[in-house]
């Protein structure tokens, strides 16, 4: 967007120039007229590629809203598992949930619990971290055991294993803005 903005600046400021040249030097009235109307062509055309730039930034920056908030809304839920290490021929969710039972206390939650579970990004030297959705149904939704997640994640700082929500990176700096 920026490029086309420069590249429309730089080649309309070459025009006007020219135009502003060619009307001083210009002593036939009759091209006088034909460049006179040439002259309010372009300031026509620029004005109208100027409302045109800014309606396509303004979509641009809804679009961008647009998607960071559905990008918001689909992840919230989402939970990372840092720091499990990798096998070959691994079950996610099996990890999953064994971290979930004895880290924060969450026996009953089961494989029906999770929607789905994989590993983020190529395999490196390090283990990848898991994401993990649990299904709408999950037993999170009951008070009891929203009472008792915020505990287990407190209790296993400090470990390997690290959970996390993702969040949008906006949403993200103003909860800690609003923290400080």
Not at 119 to 124: A, D, E
Not at 126 to 140: D, G, N
Request: proline residues 3%; glycine residues 4%.
């Amino acid at each position: 967007m920026e490029d086309i903005v420069a590249l429309f600046e730089s080649r309309m400021s070459v025009f006007e120039k020219s135009l502003v040249q060619s009307q001083t030097t210009t002593k036939n009235t009759s091209t006088g007229s034909d460049i006179s109307a040439l002259a309010a062509d372009y300031t026509v055309f620029k004005d109208l590629m100027w409302k045109s730039l800014s309606m396509l930034r303004q979509q641009l920056q809804l679009l961008t809203a647009g998607f960071d908030r559905h990008e918001m809304l689909s992840r919230r839920k989402v939970l990372l598992f840092h720091g499990l290490p990798e096998d070959s021929d691994e079950q996610t969710e099996s990890k999953v949930l064994t971290v979930i039972a004895e880290k924060m206390n969450l026996a009953d939650f089961d494989t029906s619990s999770i929607d789905f579970s994989h590993r983020l990004g190529t395999k490196k030297d390090r283990p990848r971290p898991i994401l993990s959705l649990p299904s709408h149904q999950t037993i999170f939704s009951t008070k009891d055991l929203k009472e008792r997640k915020p505990k287990g994640k407190r209790r296993d700082k400090g470990g390997e294993e690290i959970k996390e929500e993702k969040k949008e990176r906006k949403r993200r700096k103003s909860e800690e803005r609003i923290k400080n």
